[in-house]
């Protein structure tokens, strides 16, 4: 599972996550889970463009991870003729309108077949950063599988997470997602339980990102949030499913995209092309 996280104010967005992913197999006639600890999930989208993503949902497709595929989708958009965008003349959404074509019209419908079925695989992403005759950043999501079909939008929420989101409900809203079920199932009205909530929003709420926030806020913001996902994950009774090194990226308009922390496989001292 995971815990993935955007944080959008004025100087740029963040893109944050843990590296967990949770695989499940039989053995017998039972049913097991394993966890492991190093999944990529942030990804910069086109090297020396201000773009980048992170996912969540299905950890790939077929034998092939969301993370070598998303390389082969950067790939494809930095080089193919077909598949290029102009470094001048590009907009997020087109990149995003590239990204369902590559992963839900060319791999997905060939692995898992209709999207729509509502037990079809789940694949999200959070594409951000800016557009090329644009100053503002930009936030879009991306739905994949699990009924959803093929589908985006642009999100103008300052923060957005995604996986999940038990821990960060509490956490940014004040109260858990599934306890709007809870008060529903005991009998309370849809038109009551909208008068609650915005009653609660009104005088219990406040806004945890400022547009004015400064991008190092931003970031030990989103630090915070994963990192207390990850320790709700390690302490509730159960597997782990948020967990290991949390990936950080800031994407500004004069600086790009840039790693504030990256895990890597392999020495960056033994490797420093890398």
Sequence with gaps: MTIAICIKVHDG??????????????????????????ANKVFNLYKGLPVGMVTW???????????????????????????????????????????????HDKKYTKEFGDSKEPTSPFIGFIVAGYSAKKGTPEVWTVLIGRGYGRQK???????????????????????????????????????????ILDIFEDRYN???????????????????????????????????TIGGPVDIAAITKHEGFKWVKRKHYYSRDLNPEG
């Design 57 to 103: 949902g299905h950890g790939g497709i077929g034998s092939a991870s969301t993370s070598t595929l998303t390389k082969d989708f950067r790939e494809l958009i930095t080089n193919n003729p077909e598949w290029k965008i102009d470094e001048n003349n590009y907009t997020i959404e087109e990149i995003v309108d590239k990204l369902l074509l590559y992963f």
């Design 206 to 240: 406040f806004s945890w990102v400022h547009p004015a926030m400064p991008i190092q806020d931003a970031i030990d913001l989103a630090d915070f949030l994963v990192q207390a996902a990850i320790n709700y994950a390690r302490f509730r009774p159960g597997a782990p």
């Design 13 to 38: 967005v963040v893109l944050a996550a843990d590296s967990a992913a949770t695989v499940f197999f039989s053995v017998g006639e039972e049913v097991r889970e394993q966890v492991y600890n190093y």
């Design 153 to 195: 939008s642009e999100v103008e929420a300052p923060i957005v997470w995604a996986g999940e989101k038990e821990m960060l409900s509490r956490i940014v809203l004040g109260y858990s997602e599934s306890f709007l079920y809870l008060l529903k199932e005991v009998g309370l009205s849809d038109e009551d339980l909208m008068k």
